[in-house]
């Protein structure tokens, strides 16, 4: 079955400790992001990677890091995370850089910081 | 700067009953557009998407979206609701050429019996 997995599902942790939110997509997609979605903001991008190696800041990208070693991973890290962190977290895969494909969305972390 | 405007935050309609859901956007050149579903404590799911071609889209569970240009519009329609439809829905656009996509606040559907 075609999925984008995200782990874990739900986390809540402390200021300042660091931690990190896996994604695995298992469609060969090149294309692939991270959102965060807070009520009345609707769904901001984090960051994106294009292929293996090559990511990008999104609209938000402060106090996270991310890293493409592998096509199918891309893996979210807070390294100090902060209460105004606390959202529900979303990884996306989509086949093309091109725009013209519909992304494939895993089903959320959800994150709270204390 | 690309964005997309959802200007309602919730939209109630009886079943049965035609549904609209509404979205404007602003984009350098042409833009792809889409719609997008989310059911509670799930990740959103694709729809629709308009390319190119003919300005009425249709796609999954009965919904379509029509393309207006000149209004730079992309609203989200279903002839008769279903309560099965209640969900957040989220309208992204991306320019032609690049994967850039922003996406709206999001509306909520709700659809009573």
């Known amino acids: 079955e075609a999925q984008v997995t995200q782990n874990p599902r739900y986390l809540i942790t402390v200021t300042g400790k660091k931690l990190t939110v896996t994604c695995s997509q298992n469609?060969?997609?090149?294309?692939m992001s991270w959102y965060r979605q807070d009520p009345g903001l609707g769904l901001r991008q984090i960051y994106y990677?294009?292929?293996?190696?090559?990511?990008d800041k999104g609209d938000v990208p402060e106090g996270y890091k991310v890293s493409r070693k592998e096509k199918r991973n891309f893996p979210l890290i807070l390294e100090s995370p902060s209460p105004n962190q606390t959202s529900l977290y979303f990884c996306?895969?989509?086949?093309?850089?091109?725009?013209?494909?519909?992304?494939?969305f895993g089903q959320g972390t959800r994150l709270t910081v204390v | 700067a690309q964005s997309v405007a959802q200007p309602e935050d919730q939209v109630n309609v009886a079943e049965g009953n035609p549904l609209t859901v509404k979205c404007t956007y602003s984009?350098?050149?042409?833009?792809?557009l889409f719609w997008y579903v989310q059911y509670p404590n799930r990740g959103l799911q694709f729809l629709l998407k308009?390319?190119?071609?003919?300005?009425l889209v249709k796609g999954s569970y009965g919904f379509e979206a029509e393309f207006n240009k000149s209004q730079t519009s992309f609203h989200l329609k279903k002839p008769s609701a279903l309560v099965s439809d209640s969900a957040l829905y989220f309208c992204?656009?991306?320019?032609?050429?690049?994967?850039?996509?922003?996406f709206g606040t999001g509306t909520k559907l709700q659809v009573i019996p």
């Open positions: 996306a895969s989509s086949a093309a850089s091109s725009g013209r494909t519909e992304a494939f």
């Open positions: 469609m060969n997609h090149e294309y």
């Open positions: 990677s294009m292929n293996v190696e090559v990511t």
């Open positions: 984009v350098s050149g042409n833009p792809y």
């Open positions: 308009y390319i190119t071609g003919d300005n």
């Open positions: 992204a656009v991306s320019p032609i050429g690049y994967q850039k996509v922003t």
